[in-house]
């Protein structure tokens, strides 16, 4: 397939990018930027897998959100897999948990339907 040939459905897959130990201003810039060519055009599903995460700052949750905005601009879902309780305590008073779904696992996160 040349670069410049859509991705059709059958080629999609979702692409997993796994996100540092600590996720703040020094960072967030660049992991935005990892997330957001991993939404390329044709791809259903980013999974940003925050297994590792025991810190997410403020900058870190709005690149979160910019990400997620990004790519449902190229039809793309980001959806977060588990991080430790702490983190997700603070993105649910955030109320980031409504915007972008949270995933125990990742079969569960690559199981379930975009929508």
Do not use: W
């Amino acid at each position: 397939m040349a670069d410049s040939e859509p991705v059709t459905a059958a080629q999609a897959r979702p692409t997993v990018v796994r996100l540092p130990t600590e996720i703040d201003m020094t960072n967030a810039d660049s992991i935005g930027e990892q997330l957001g060519t991993a939404s390329a055009p044709g791809v259903p599903v980013v999974i940003a897998d925050m297994t590792a995460t025991t810190f997410c700052d403020s900058a870190g949750i709005n690149m979160l959100i910019r990400a997620s905005k990004r790519g449902a601009a190229n039809g793309t879902e980001l959806r977060l897999l588990r991080t430790c309780p702490s983190v997700l305590r603070i993105m649910r008073i955030q109320g980031v948990d409504a915007v972008i779904p949270i995933y125990q696992n990742l079969e569960e996160a690559l199981a379930s339907r975009l929508g």
